[in-house]
Nanobody
Framework: QVQLAESGGGLVQAGGSLRLSCAAS????????MGWFRQAPGKEREFVAA???????YYADSVKGRFTTSRDNVKNTAYLQMDSLKPEDTAVYYC???????????????????WGQGTQVTVSS
């Protein structure tokens, strides 16, 4: 049974920082690309960041320079470090996983097989 569990969300003031964790189980973590997406009320789920099985990273323009994703293959955990947070970052954040392959499109939510239940991030102005 594959499970992804996000944690680390909460309420933070604009300019503050937060680190999200995504703990994976039931899969061979080292073979999986990990993505981060977010969804604000009334909006579509959008790509935030991704880290491939090989450690390559990708970021949405809106978070580039502020967010950093990483992974610890020993702990089977992916991370999203969020700095310089803005009110527009407020959303439910989800981690997602898909096994490595040639068809991987890091920003395409439809390419991911597994999803966590999400963690709320609220940034106050």
């Amino acid at each position: 049974q594959v499970q992804l569990a996000e944690s680390g969300g909460g309420l933070v003031q604009a300019g503050g920082s937060l680190r999200l964790s995504c703990a994976a189980s039931g899969l061979y973590f080292s073979w999986y690309n990990m993505g981060w997406f977010r969804q604000a009320p009334g909006k579509e789920r959008e790509f935030v960041a991704a880290i491939t099985w090989g450690g390559g990273t990708y970021y949405a323009d809106s978070v580039k320079g502020r967010f950093t994703t990483s992974r610890d293959n020993v702990k089977n955990t992916a991370y999203l470090q969020m700095d310089s947070l803005k009110p527009e970052d407020t959303a439910v954040y989800y981690c997602a996983a898909v096994i490595k392959g040639a068809s991987y499109l890091y920003a395409d939510k439809n390419k991911y097989t597994y999803w966590g239940q999400g963690t709320q991030v609220t940034v106050s102005s």
